[in-house]
Structures are given as C-alpha cells and as structure tokens.
C-alpha cells in the first residue's frame, strides 16, 4: 500500500477482508475517506458504510466509545466499528460509520437541489440548533469547527442532521488556562489547528482565532451557516485569509447589509455576537423558531424584500387589495421589524376590503415612493388622471373611486417630473384638495337651480338631476379643468353651442363666458355649465 502522506486514496490491506466493494470518496488533510459495502454482517448488516482511515492519528478510543451510545444515535453517524491498524511501520486510526447519501450540508447547500424559500432553511436552523444543543448542553462537549462540510444529512424530509467529524471536539467545555488563553501561533490558512483545537477561519468564532475554547464558537458557526444557507455564500467571499483573521482579532463582525429579512438579519446579528458572555445561544435560538412568522406569500410567491412584495400587490391589483385585507396585520408588523413607528403603521392593521385599496395606495407610497403610484392597476399621476378622464364610464367611475378613497393624498407622496415640484408631486396635491371643492360647489349650485330646470321641463324631468352617472362625469370634469388649462376654452365652446333661450341657461352661459379656471369658483361654474348643457338642449325642446 502507498503511503497517505502522498494523498493515494487506496484501502488498506488490513481491511479488505471486511468489504465486498470499495470506492474511493474523499482525501482531506485528516483522513482518506471510502464508501465500502460491508462483507456479511459487518456493520451490522448495513449494505452501505463509510470508512475513515486517519493519516497520522490514532483512534481516540474513550470519544468512539462515547458516540458509540445509543444517546448519541440521532445526532452522530452510527459508528459500526473503530480501531488502530499498521500503515508503513506506523499506527493510525481508522473508523466505520453509517453512510449519509445526501451528503454533507456543504453539499445541499451549494448542490442543484438546494433549499429553497424560506421554510426549508428555517427547518435547518432549527436542526441545527437542536444537534448542537445536545453536543454542548447535554452531553457537555463543545465542537470548534462547526461547518457545512462537517456537518452530514441523514434525511431532508423531515432534516436530520448530524455532526459527521470529531476532529474539533473537546470534552471541557471552558477553558482551562489561568489566563484563558490558548496557544499564541497563528493559524497560516483557512484549515487550521491551534495546539489540539481544529478550526476553519471562515466559521471560527475571534475568541477562537484567541485560543479560548468554549460552547459559544458553535453558536457563533451557526450564524455563518445561516448567512451561508440564505445568500448561498458566506460573509467573507472575496477576503483574503490575513483580512479574515484580522477583523476577527480586532473584535468585528462580517457585515450584514445583504440581508435583507429583518427576522433573519435578528438571528443572525443574534448569533455573531462577537462577546461570548452575550451571544445568542440555544434558548434565544429556540425561541427564534418557535416565533417564527410563516413566510409572506402571494401569488404563488414568497417575498425577503417588502418593496418586492408591494409591487407584486399594486400590480395585481384587485387580488393584492384582497390579500392585504387579509393581511395587512403582518405587513405592519414587517415595518415596524424595519423601523417604522407603530403609529406609522396603524392603518394596515384591522383592515376591512372597503378600506384596503386606500392602504396599499399609502403604503406603495411609503416604500416605493421613486415608483409611478396606480390605483386599480392605472397609473396615479397628472398625466394618466387626465387619461381617465377624458376616456370613458368605467375609467371616469375608476377617476371618481380614486379621488373618493383619498388615493392622491399618498400618490402625491412619490416623486414627479414637475419643475416646480419640492419632496410632494404639488400638481396630485391640488387636484386632491380642490377637485372635491368644485363637486361640492357644482352640488349646491345644481340644487339651487334644480326647480328652475324642472318647471322648464313642463313635466318631463328626469327622476334625478343630477343622476349617479352625471356626477361621475362632474368628478371626471373637475378633474380635466384642473389640469388642463385647454379644457376651460374647449368648455366655453361648448356652452356657447347650445342654442336655448331657457332663462336659467343664458345665465349661464353669461357666467361661463367670464368664469376664471384659476379658480375653484370658476372651475365650478365650468363644470356646472358642462353638466347643464344637455338639459337646457332638452328644455328647449319641450318649449
């Protein structure tokens, strides 16, 4: 046989005995690793196991009779068999143990079938956390080389993992030195040992990379593995191993600002606590999962970003006012978790479908404000109110809704192409403010006038004056005269077109000739002789 120092994956003689098929799966810098199938009852009758054979190392006999217990079956490969064998004159260690075929997490992390959303890594957190709970608090060993690669997945349905290599345990959990400390060298590179204690720089905790050893290191790794599981990378792709070291002996933490989902940025700020004494542990992680909200879904869609979910929602609109209906207690609480007031976000909370149209338009306004604001799918700007408009019943109904639920007033909130416009779109501001004036002073004019119109109908009024659909269009007119200084010419035209001598009509097409669209007066005498018109025509008629 070859020696391991040169890396040959060959199995040892001493063991051929044992196996019907051996293949070659791994060489690390520890061991050279073997998927064998088992000759007879070997390993316990298993058709699969995995053999470690140690390039320098002896078997630690009291650790394999340890995780030999049956304790230790659900959070430890099953160890079928250990000892010492001769390789060139010298004693190494060698071990069987059960084998995982879905691999390491390192490999269901970065492999084609990795997870997906947001409950399947939730699902590995809590795994996580149990199995190394059990390690640290219950069994009183602490592992400082926590990793994915460490880490193996005996199922995915439901997630059972297990620590899968003993090289970074330890029995005593605290530190024994007088001063705390450990050995001074420094690791060279990524994989490293300082004294007896195994650690991988990128998942060392910095009272690691000090020496100390203790329970916190694993919690500490857990909060790289779930930064590693959201973004499908760790925190410090692209540092050199000096840069690494460095922020960890100056006492910084990687940053975070890729992490967009306030619940896992909490977890995972909670974790990367560089003080040991406060860092989250077991109990602030358990409870984490057991508050853990389900994930924000619409649509088919699961959302991390809240801009992302209140797009999707204004561009769905009729079934994103329904969802928001129904949800809109969440939504506040997602705000809030990004810093809003609870004051700021009362309005989502107890919502009714009657009033879900008006919140999505504030909070599209709040979180998007760079963004075009719609309203029912149409867009709430100068120019697309005057399409609406002048279009037909059914955009001129929408006009009417949109003004009518307040929308404007948070349409006004996102940014605009006016000159003259400063932090609020001032043209949405005055159409919102003066537009329900003008109704509101063509409905006491209209009232003032309705006996005069009827008796000039001679008994032939209609039921209504105005009727549901003319007050549509007196919104829709408002609107119009507001925002183009045309439609006042295109108004005077119009009265000066229909021919009756009704009395009431030629004053008011006296008082159109000379009204002022500046203002909310005038406008209004606009638009109430728009809306007469066609009533003096049939007046006329019946003289």
Not at 388 to 409: C, I, K, N, S, T
Request: net charge neutral.
């Amino acid at each position: 046989m070859l020696g391991f120092e040169s890396g040959v994956d060959e199995f040892p003689d001493a063991l051929l005995d044992r196996v019907t098929r051996v293949r070659p799966l791994a060489v690390g810098g520890e061991a050279v690793v073997f998927l064998v199938e088992p000759d007879g009852d070997w390993c316990e009758g298993a058709s699969e196991a995995v053999v470690k054979v140690n390039k320098a190392a002896r078997v630690d006999h009291h650790q394999m009779r340890l995780l030999s217990l049956h304790r230790f079956v659900r959070h430890v490969p099953r160890i079928f068999d250990y000892g010492d064998i001769e390789v060139h004159g010298e004693t190494v260690g060698w071990m069987a143990q059960e084998y995982c075929p879905h691999g390491s997490l390192h490999d269901v992390i970065h492999g084609r079938a990795a997870p997906t959303g947001d409950a399947e890594p939730r699902q590995i957190i809590a795994e996580l956390a149990d199995c190394l709970n059990f390690w640290v608090v219950e069994q009183g060993l602490t592992h400082t080389d926590v990793k994915p690669a460490n880490i193996l997945v005996r199922s995915r349905d439901p997630y059972e993992l297990l620590i899968g290599d003993f090289g970074g345990t330890a029995r005593d959990v605290r530190d024994r030195s007088p001063n705390g400390r450990g050995p001074t060298e420094q690791a060279p590179n990524e994989h490293a040992q300082r004294g007896r204690m195994a650690f991988t720089l990128s998942y060392a905790s910095p009272e690691t990379l000090r020496g100390r050893r203790g329970a916190p290191a694993a919690w500490w790794a857990l909060g790289i593995i779930a930064y590693e599981l959201l973004l499908g990378r760790r925190p410090y792709a692209g540092m050199a191993p000096g840069e690494v070291r460095a922020m960890l002996r100056d006492g910084r933490r990687p940053a975070l600002t890729d992490v967009d989902d306030p619940d896992w940025r909490r977890l995972i700020e909670g974790l990367l606590t560089v003080d040991p004494e406060r860092r989250w542990g077991y109990e602030q992680v358990a409870a984490w999962v057991a508050r853990t909200k389900r994930p924000v879904r619409f649509n088919g869609r699961t959302y991390r970003k809240i801009e992302h979910l209140v797009d999707d929602l204004e561009q769905n609109w009729a079934p994103g006012i329904d969802w928001l209906a129904a949800n809109g207690g969440r939504v506040a609480d997602w705000l809030v978790e990004l810093g809003a007031s609870d004051h700021e976000v009362t309005y989502l909370r107890g919502l009714t479908p009657g009033r879900a149209a008006r919140a999505l338009g504030r909070l599209t306004a709040s979180v998007l404000p760079d963004v075009t604001p719609r309203y029912e799918g149409r867009p709430i700007s100068a120019s697309g109110l005057l399409e609406l408009a002048r279009r037909g019943d059914a955009e001129q109904r929408l006009l009417r809704r949109a003004l009518e639920d307040g929308a404007l007033e948070y349409a006004a909130g996102h940014g605009c192409a006016h000159s003259g416009c400063q932090g609020r779109c001032a043209v949405l501001d005055r159409v919102d403010a003066e537009v329900p004036e003008i109704v509101d002073f063509v409905a006491a004019k209209v009232g003032w006038l309705r006996d005069r119109i009827v008796r000039s109908y001679r008994g032939r009024a209609p039921a209504e004056l105005p009727s549901e659909r003319e007050w549509t269009t007196v919104w829709a007119w408002a609107t119009e005269l507001t925002l183009s200084p045309e439609a006042a010419v295109q108004a005077r035209a119009l009265a000066a077109g229909v021919r009756s001598d009704v009395p009431w009509w030629l004053d008011r097409r006296r008082i159109a000739a000379t009204a002022d669209p500046a203002t909310v007066e005038g406008r209004g005498h606009l638009v109430v002789t728009l809306l007469l018109a066609r009533h003096a025509r049939r007046a006329a008629a019946v003289q």
